[in-house]
């Protein structure tokens, strides 16, 4: 042996008692000592160090954790250097679980743990020792803390916090892309041993997941696993302790592994034609049909976005993207046309929305098909050969004049003769008519500008052999003006002059108004109709004329009235004139010329009313004032209708009855001399149609005197037959005695009563009038019943 090795075994020996003295197993606290007298130690600063010398002596204490042994498991044993063996010092424990679960020997100092202990329950166990003197009771060490730790064995599977986990990875992942990860507990001491150290593995799942053996992290272990062919994985992970080797305890878990869908699938039509059909009447924005591309992939990735990129029907035909049904809608973009054209061709694509760039070595994700569109023909209304018409014509032609002719044709090849018509709702004074062969529009009645200077008229255009396929234009006609009109006094005139007035004097301007509209506008020119020595006309030149006087001063007395003649003609062709009056008063006026008063007459005459049309006003006023005074008099007289107008009109109204006692057979079946002599019907007499079950003794009741109260009587009667028991049940079959004649109310037994075909006849309902026919109808089917 070398100086080396020899070195190091001293080492070893020195260091090893420390790394296992009992404070590694136990606090103590103070560590017990015993002192020695008279040992003193000097220190620097004056005071006196004593030797203190250890008075307890023990092993190691600790306890291995779920011990099956039959006897008490030994723990450790508490000594004393004062202990000579002869029994005279008692040891004593304290604690955690002294006296329960650890027992100490008071002679010997051995300690017990009396069952088994479960180091994941409580992994040490602190107590406090103390030895004393049997006969002075008095401690020969002071007491002292230790502490007995259990040791752990492997006991405790490893555990996972889910029993199912769910987990998902993109499709097409890379091998080794991280899944989810999985992590297991261990209960037991990860310092002591293996007994906590867990190790993955996977026992379901392989070949296409893998797990690392230390982490728990779930990896892909297949390269481009496809959704399309397998969405769902279980694995099944265990974890197993002591380091996965043979012995261990283990623990499961499942995964449930989703494959996400990425965009690795272009879309595809399912047919590389597809035909449809449209009728050439459709009209613009129906749909005709519809295509659709498939694509294996799901959500966003297989949003497909459709467009028309070629063909011969590009202009006239669309295509939109149904977002929800991931369809193309194709729909008429223009007028189709039978005749024109019968079939198209679109070259149709569909292309992904969102793609991927790491799948474009999948692409291209789009696709392409041909779409074949018939044109199916209808039979179609006439066309005219425009939208509408514009006719002008004079006011002056004559009745059945042609104003204008309107075409229409039938587009379909058979081409079938059109008729023509007008729609009357436009023409309501029939002014107009139309050919029906040939469409030409001419007049039925003659045409006044000045009443109509525009009509609008509908023309209905059908095919004879077919007359529901039919058409509507709009014809406007303008009336031209012809001069038919002569031109008149714009307003009515009140003109009067002064008695002072001179010669050359003007006293009214006047202007005219002609209904008729001439190209080079109006041109009027006015004149007298013939010459007068009082007043003139000067025409102005501008459709305008002043009137003057032509001697000096009139005089209202004589002549409180002129009436002069002016002639108004126009300029057209032909010339129209007519000739207006003007009514001139003569009226007394201050020096400035301002009319003062003129004569009642003239007053009346300009409003154009004489004397006797104003007292034929005052008549008619008088005589509706008398209607209405009359119409309000008869009013207060009028009498109020009665509350029936009828006799047979007693439908809803109250009609009020008294009872005024029986009939001869109701008196002589009810006699009220029975209730005031009780004494003729108080004997009981028994039934004859039920044979009483006991002997029952009727009561005799002593006679009432005559003031008796019926109410008391017949009570005690009730009373009676209440108690009865040989009374028949209700509504029982029973035979009474004689009690007079019948009544024609009858029986109203539910067994004894019976009806016939006689009793439900009710025709009589028939003879009571028109208002019970209902009634009558309702209960009186027995012949229709019988017929059927």
């Known amino acids: 042996m070398t100086i080396y090795q020899f070195l190091l ?29 008279g040992a003193r130690i000097p220190r620097s600063d004056g005071k006196i160090l004593h030797r203190q010398k250890r008075g307890w002596m023990w092993n190691q204490f600790f306890l291995l954790e779920e011990y099956t042994g039959s006897d008490y498991q030994y723990v450790g044993k508490l000594h004393s250097d004062q202990d000579k063996g002869d029994g005279s010092l008692k040891y004593i424990l304290s604690g955690d679980g002294a006296g329960t679960l650890f027992i100490i020997d008071e002679k010997t100092g051995d300690i017990h743990a009396t069952r088994r202990i479960d180091r994941e329950e409580k992994a040490f166990y602190t107590l406090r020792a103390q030895a004393i003197n049997r006969r002075t009771l008095r401690p020969v060490e002071p007491e002292s803390e230790f502490v007995i730790k259990i040791h752990d064995i492997n006991d405790n599977e490893p555990t996972f916090p889910e029993e199912i986990y769910t ?47 230390e982490t728990g992290i779930i990896r892909t272990a297949l390269p481009n696993m496809n959704r399309e062919n397998r969405e769902q994985y279980q694995v099944v992970i265990q974890a197993k302790d002591m380091g996965g080797q043979m012995g261990g305890l283990s623990g499961t ?79 008429v973009k223009k007028p189709l046309d039978y005749e024109s054209r019968r079939l198209y061709t679109l070259k149709v694509e569909a292309e992904n929305t969102h793609v991927d760039p790491r799948f474009y ?30 006719f002008e014509v004079h006011e002056d032609i004559e009745v059945g004049t042609i104003i204008g002719t309107v075409m229409a044709r039938d587009p379909d090849s058979t081409s079938s003769p059109i008729r023509f018509s007008l729609d009357r709702h436009t023409d309501l004074d029939r002014i107009f008519n139309i050919h029906s062969g040939n469409g030409s529009l001419y007049t039925s009645k003659p045409l006044d500008r000045e009443l109509s200077q525009w009509h609008n008229l509908t023309v209905i255009a059908a095919e004879i052999n077919n007359p529901k396929e039919m058409t509507r234009v709009a014809v406007f006609v303008r009336i031209l003006d012809v001069n038919d009109n002569a031109p008149q006094f714009a307003v ?38 013939a010459v007068n020595p009082n007043f003139t006309v000067q025409d102005n030149e501008d459709n305008t004329a002043r009137i003057l006087t032509r001697k000096n001063g009139f005089n209202r007395h004589e002549i ?85 107008l009828s006799k047979e009109d007693i439908r809803d109204n109250i009609v009020s009855y008294n009872d005024e006692g029986g009939g001869e057979e109701d008196t002589q079946a009810f006699d009220i001399g029975t209730l005031r002599n009780p004494a003729a019907i108080e004997e009981k007499k028994l039934r004859r149609d039920i044979i009483p079950e006991t002997l029952f003794i009727p009561r005799r009741t002593p006679t009432a005197p005559d003031n008796t109260d019926v109410r008391d009587f017949i009570n005690e009667r009730l009373k009676e037959h209440d108690l009865d028991p040989t009374a028949p049940p209700y509504d029982s079959l029973a035979t009474y005695a004689y009690e007079g004649n019948d009544s024609i109310a009858e029986s109203l037994s539910s067994l004894e009563s019976g009806t016939t075909d006689g009793d439900q006849n009710y025709d009589y309902l028939r003879e009571w009038g028109p208002r019970f026919n209902k009634l009558a109808e309702m209960y009186g089917g027995g012949e229709s019943d019988k017929d059927s």
């Open 560 to 644: 409180s009235t002129y009436l002069l003649p002016v002639v108004i003609s126009d300029n057209d062709y032909p010339i129209q004139s007519s000739t207006g009056t003007l009514t001139i008063r003569v009226c007394a006026c201050d020096s400035q010329g301002n009319m003062q008063s003129c004569s009642a007459e003239a007053l009346l005459l300009p409003a154009g009313l004489s004397t006797g049309a104003l007292i034929a006003i005052l008549l008619c006023i008088i005589i509706l004032l008398v209607i209405v005074v009359l119409f309000a008099a008869l009013k207060r007289q009028r009498k109020k209708e009665p509350l029936i």
């Open 361 to 390: 070595y999948l692409g291209p994700f789009k696709d392409t098909t041909i779409v074949k569109i018939s044109i199916e023909d209808v039979d179609e209304p006439p066309v005219f050969s425009r939208s509408s018409y514009l």
């Open 9 to 37: 075994l001293f080492l070893l020996w020195v260091c090893l008692p420390h790394f296992c003295s009992p404070e590694i197993m136990f606090r103590r606290t103070p560590v017990p000592q015993k002192r020695i007298l």
């Open 167 to 213: 987990a998902s990875v993109p499709e097409m992942s890379v091998v080794g892309t991280s899944v989810v990860q999985v992590t297991a507990t261990d209960a037991d001491d990860p310092s002591y041993g293996n007994s906590a150290r867990v190790i993955y593995s996977i026992l379901q799942g392989q070949p296409y997941f893998s797990v690392e053996p």
């Open 253 to 331: 878990t499942t995964v449930n592994i989703t494959l996400t869908d990425v965009n690795d699938n272009p879309p595809r039509f399912p047919q590389n034609t597809i035909h449809l059909r449209v009728l050439e009447s459709s009209p613009v924005g129906t749909a005709i049909g519809s295509v659709k591309a498939t694509d294996a992939d799901t959500g966003k990735n297989a949003e497909v976005e459709y467009r028309i990129i070629d063909g011969d029907g590009t202009d006239m035909f669309d295509i939109i993207t149904e977002k929800d049904t991931q369809e193309g809608i194709i729909t």
């Open 492 to 529: 009515f005139y009140d003109t009067f002059v002064c008695e002072n007035a001179r010669p050359g004097q003007l006293i009214q301007t006047i202007s005219a108004v002609d209904k008729d509209d001439p190209l080079g506008g109006q041109k009027f020119f006015f004149s007298l109709a």
